[in-house]
């Protein structure tokens, strides 16, 4: 077999990478990976009325954060360049073309208005939204002619009309379709740019991808794919189709209910390696169950068979939770860089090292540090305690033990009053890291000019 070649096609119609791309991205990485090939990425930018300036520049920033690298692309090149579809119209142009010689493809010079009253007609009787294959009888030399005229007009598909069109699925088995309910799809649009059907097939030929891993939204559109590679006497690329994620209520991600783009997982503070684990749980188990693996872990064990078809349910509480594992186990040394850059630079490195020890454990995401720390950096706003504490810290030694007793000693029966009073005067919070600890940190002087006295209380 030649040596594997895999890819993503992103298309820069939205925000960023989508959570579910970077899924796909990962599972073609770690196969490619698992069988000393290359992965690469290719822009699909023929939708220009959908394009969304700079999408392109946050797409490949994702990846590159997530640490997903891809051996060509465009912005780095490779053998095959340009891999920006929008820089390839000569070529798909001159296949729609050899399709047309061949008889696989013919001109259509149907106007929008008559396709749009078409589908209506068709509605109207219950059938599928089909070209009628009115411009398919027109005679070759016509439709040549009306071409050289100036005449508009797009290129279709010639499907048969009889027969059955199988492909192999790696993860799913034998699909088929019956080629009477596969429509003559447009191939090339009136404006010279391709569609996604003749561009991917002919990018991944030129491109030598030797495996197509996507979505299974893509399997309808499949057949068409695996006509058109033979109608070009071309051998097709292994194929297999991964099930998309879901919301906990099986609706598709939808970022209405969730984040969806990487950028946002990033700035609410998830780290790359946790995001990549617990996307290679979605739909692949770790031999004997473990949680917890590397990507290079997962690459030593992944076979694409064992890729499961159920839907698997993306959830951003188990995301959490494996995110603050990754906390955990970070060396205190890189977790405190991560933090500073994270945030950046606002906090002090040598601050951020002394309060990190109180907070680890309650971290699940570098939000999170802030949520929990800020009283350290910004003092909250004047709240009064009782003056018989007050007094009583004010003579009290500045450790644990010493500052326990100093409180039990005044607080007598109340002492979870009393110790909620001063940490909601300290740390403007009722809840947050030991307090006793914390006050240690912030040290006497800082504290006492946190917790003004009440003579009335």
Known sequence: MSAVRTRIAPSPTGQDLHIGNAYTALIN?????????????????????????????R???????LG???????????????????????????????????????????????????????????LPPMYDGLCKKIDSKKSKKRVAAGEKYVIRMNVPDEGTTIFHDVIRGDI??????????????????????????????????THIIRGEEWISSTPKHILLYKFFGWDVPLIAHVSVLRNPDRTKLSKRKNPVWVSEYKAKGFLPDAIKNYLAT???????????????????????????????????EKLRWMNGEYIRHMKSEKLKNIIYEFYNK?????????????LVERMKTLAEFETLAGFFFVRPPKHAVRSELRTALESSEWNHDAMEKTIRDVAGANAKEIFMELRVAVTGKTV??????????????ETLTRIPSSAGR
Request: overall charge negative; glycine content about 6%.
């Open 432 to 445: 947050g890291p030991p307090l006793l600890e914390s006050l240690e940190i912030l040290g006497k002087e």
């Open 282 to 316: 979605m739909a692949w188990s770790y031999p004997g169950g473990q949680d917890i693996f590397s990507v290079d872990e997962m690459i030593s064990k992944f076979r694409l068979e064992d890729i499961q078809t159920t839907a698997p349910i993306f959830d951003t």
């Open 176 to 209: 088929s379709f019956a080629n009477i309910l596969i429509d003559d799809q447009v191939i090339l649009k009136s404006d010279g740019f391709p569609t996604y059907h003749l561009g991917v097939v002919v990018d991944d030929h030129i491109m030598k991808i």
């Open 68 to 126: 997903i690298p891809y051996a060509e692309g465009p912005d780095i090149g490779g053998p095959f360049a340009p891999y920006r579809q929008s820089e390839r119209l000569d070529i798909y142009k001159k296949h729609a073309e050899e399709l047309v010689a061949k008889n696989h493809a013919y001109y259509c010079f149907c106007t929008p208005q008559r396709l749009d009253q078409m589908r209506k007609d068709l509605e109207a009787k219950h």
């Open 346 to 358: 606002k906090y002090p490195e040598k601050q951020i090292e002394t309060v990190l020890p109180l």
């Open 59 to 65: 797409i490949l920033a994702s990846l590159r954060w």
């Open 29 to 57: 990485y770690v196969f490619a990976r698992a069988h000393n090939g290359q992965f690469i990425i290719r822009v699909e930018d023929t939708d220009r009325t959908r394009l969304v300036t700079g999408a392109e520049d």
